[in-house]
């Protein structure tokens, strides 16, 4: 799971890219990644709830069966 940060990279001459940042679990580190807008999928779920999730290795947020 990560958080598109850029909707389009057009600054960059790339329209149809996002940018996407996906945490680490038990960590302030992360990764950045360059994806087609065609490859993500959104979700239903609020920030605290990703978060909590991937921090968490899944046991807790969204949909987890654990109240955060």
Do not use: K
């Not at 598109?4 to 580190?29: H, I, K």
């Not at 779920?45 to 654990?66: I, Q």
């Amino acid at each position: 799971m990560g958080f598109v940060t850029r909707d389009s990279l057009s600054s960059f001459g790339q329209a149809e890219l996002v940018s996407v940042y996906v945490p680490q679990s038990y960590n302030f580190a992360g990764n950045l990644l360059i994806v087609p807008r065609s490859r993500t999928l959104p979700i239903e779920a609020s920030t605290h709830d990703v978060m909590a999730f991937v921090v968490s290795d899944g046991v807790a947020g969204h949909g987890a069966g654990v109240e955060t």
